[in-house]
């Protein structure tokens, strides 16, 4: 079993031309987690590094046939297109539950990349706009340098204007890591509210990445299970079930209240 003393990355030595890494860990919407693990499939990514942590969660994940593993953040990665850089993809159980655990986990993640000559690192996570269901997304963003905040708004992230409001978790940390460590980078939230589990917005970030990456990404199961949150939303207003009224396109949307 892996020391529990330190935060700590196991990999294979793995050549990457001029990496672009691309985090989704679990938080608001489920949406980086989502759109990470979908890109991982779709790109066919390969893991190459293991971070274990003791300030993740004290628990092991149940596998087949009886066996176990502990807590921990998968690095994967997939070749670039042609005169682009190669792919790296960032899937975890968890996010350290303490502060020090941020601090210390989301720097070594950017520590890490930039060994790996690393060049642009994007995070992905959820815009809250409180107890309501978004039908029609938008994606914001907000970046560490204004070459990077142009390239998003090319590809239709809106920069966030919430002065005073917080980014909290990695998606926001390993943000402000990558400035420290001058290294360019950008978090990308989906706009969501109400549901644990928003596809719909997962699937307005990933036509993004898609664009980010010179890659058309097919949607496929990411889709599918925005059909179905479609259509159990529908039946849950027509039952009267719903606590608010979903949003719907054109009607005014309230602040967020939380970002992650």
């Given at each position: 079993m892996r020391s529990a003393k330190e935060t700590k990355i196991y990999y294979k030595r793995t050549k990457l031309r001029n990496p672009v890494l691309f985090v989704g860990l679990p938080g608001i919407g489920s949406i980086g987690s989502l759109v990470a693990e979908h890109l991982r499939k779709e790109l066919k990514a390969k893991k190459f590094a293991t971070l274990y942590s003791p300030h993740f969660p004290y628990q092991i994940i149940m596998l087949e046939n009886g066996a176990f593993r502990l807590v921990s953040n998968r690095f994967y990665y997939a070749k670039g297109e042609k005169g682009r850089g190669d792919i790296v993809?960032?899937?975890?159980?968890?996010?350290?539950?303490?502060?020090?655990?941020?601090?210390?986990?989301?720097?070594?993640?950017?520590?890490?990349?930039?060994?790996?000559?690393?060049?642009?690192?994007?995070?992905?996570?959820?815009?809250?706009?409180?107890?309501?269901?978004?039908?029609?997304?938008r994606v914001f963003g907000l970046a560490t340098d204004?070459?990077?905040?142009?390239?998003?708004k090319k590809y239709g992230v809106t920069p966030t204007n919430a002065a005073g409001m917080s980014v909290i978790g990695s998606a926001g940390m390993i943000v402000a890591?990558?400035?420290?460590?001058?290294?360019?980078?950008?978090?990308?939230?989906?706009?969501?509210?109400?549901?644990?589990v928003d596809a719909n917005s997962a699937k307005a970030v990933l036509q993004v990445v898609g664009k980010l990456i010179g890659r058309e990404i097919n949607p496929g199961s990411i889709e599918k299970l925005s059909g179905e949150t479609e259509r159990i939303i529908s039946e849950l207003e027509e039952r009267r079930l719903m606590p608010f009224p979903a949003e719907t396109a054109g009607a005014p949307r309230e602040e967020p209240g939380y970002i992650r």
């Open positions: 993809i960032l899937i975890g159980d968890a996010q350290p539950i303490t502060t020090e655990g941020q601090y210390e986990v989301n720097e070594k993640i950017v520590e890490f990349f930039k060994h790996l000559g690393g060049s642009q690192i994007y995070t992905i996570g959820g815009y809250s706009t409180g107890a309501q269901y978004v039908k029609t997304p204004a070459v990077t905040v142009a390239r998003m890591f990558s400035k420290k460590h001058k290294i360019n980078a950008a978090c990308i939230m989906g706009e969501t509210g109400l549901l644990d």
